[in-house]
């Protein structure tokens, strides 16, 4: 079943919407066509408890006072950051906004996590909405008229499954991702140090001391506080006196998914006191692990009090930085070629 209501307006005045995905176990998926935005993710725990397991706002008001978070948006064109926010494309370079110290941080203030994109498809049966948006021409400071195309889809195993779609008229980059918090202990519950975290991934590329860019190496996770290979409490090693954590206040990396951009579990997590286990897929090369180290104390959905690490990230994507690393994988894409990429978060008791 979907119900369409409305959510308010986005900085311009254009009316989002707001879709709420029920299946037949009674999990429940809301999204906004404002930034394209996952709102709610609600899910029966082991003790038949509703829990709605990613952070929020009841409406559009909110989210464009905390565009800084990224709450459940859509983040492109490009997700992550661009070191000297500055890219070359064809031998032309192109400025982009430098709005993370000399960086670009998720495309700039102009990105289309904060837009209202136009409703394309609701399809009652397939329990998908599909979002669609015009990023014109520089408009972020990238070349081409790009249409990007986002389908949430609720399934009948109790995955919200992305894909995601563009096309330009110029070469351009084009690397998408989602920026759910998920909380799994439920959104209004506070510091999530104590749930398990599994990441597929046998390395990383480490940051550089300020402004979280890569230096361009990829380090082994082993004998680091970075290695989740086995469940780990996040919290357990978040303090570490490591430099990696000591330069991004606790974890906000990417990982080298040993997937390497075959689809496939990029991380799993589990909460015991709820019994809830979070099974991650993507065909990205990379994942951002970002544990909430930035967001101070404000009120999220219901009245909830959200702080310092009470959600985590696991933003699918390529690798940050990679317009500027020759050895990551480009983000570059074609004029007239398809985008196309998927990325799942599936809720199971097992
Ligand atoms: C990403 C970044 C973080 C932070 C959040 C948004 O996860 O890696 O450093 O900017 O987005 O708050």
Request: with cysteine; glycine share 12%; hydrophobic share 35%.
């Amino acid at each position: 079943m979907i119900v369409r209501e409305r959510f308010g307006t986005d900085d311009s005045g254009k009316e989002a919407e707001l879709f709420t995905i029920t299946n037949t176990n009674g999990t429940q998926l809301k999204v906004t066509t404002l930034g394209a935005t996952i709102v709610s993710f609600v899910f029966r725990d082991k003790e038949g408890t509703m829990r709605d397991v990613v952070l929020g706002y009841d409406e559009a008001a909110s989210y464009l006072e905390q565009k800084g978070y990224y709450f459940g948006a859509t983040v492109g064109r490009n997700a992550n950051r661009i070191s000297g926010a500055r890219v070359t494309i064809g031998g032309v370079e192109y400025a982009l906004e430098a709005n993370s110290g000399a960086n670009n941080l998720h495309s700039g203030s102009n990105g289309v996590s904060h837009r209202v994109w136009d409703t394309e498809r609701v399809d009652e049966k397939a329990g998908s909405v599909a979002m669609k948006l015009l990023s014109k021409d520089l408009e972020q400071g990238f070349p081409g008229n790009m249409t990007i195309k986002v389908t949430f889809t609720l399934t009948g195993d109790d995955a919200v499954r992305i894909d995601y779609e563009a096309v330009s008229d110029k070469d351009t980059i084009a690397n998408f991702t989602n920026h759910s918090y998920f909380n799994l202990a439920g959104h209004d519950s506070g510091y999530i140090g104590e749930q398990k975290l599994k990441i597929y991934a046998n390395a990383f590329t480490p940051v550089a001391p300020t402004g979280s860019v890569p230096t361009g190496e990829i380090c082994p996770v082993e004998g680091t506080p970075l290695d989740f290979r086995e469940f780990k409490e996040i919290g357990r090693e978040i303090n570490a006196d490591y430099d990696q954590l000591v330069y991004t206040k606790g974890y906000d990396h990417n990982f080298v998914l040993d997937g390497g951009g075959r689809f496939g579990l990029m991380a799993e997590a589990i909460c015991e006191a709820t019994g809830i286990h979070l099974y991650a897929y993507t065909d990205r090369p990379g994942v951002q692990l970002y544990a909430g180290n930035f967001i101070e104390t404000h009120k999220g959905k219901g009245g909830a009090l959200y702080g310092e690490r009470h959600g985590f990230c696991l933003e699918a994507q390529c690798f940050p930085d990679a317009v500027n690393i020759p050895l990551f994988e480009t983000p570059l894409l074609k004029a007239g070629e398809a985008y196309s990429s998927a990325t799942m978060y599936r809720l199971s008791l097992d």
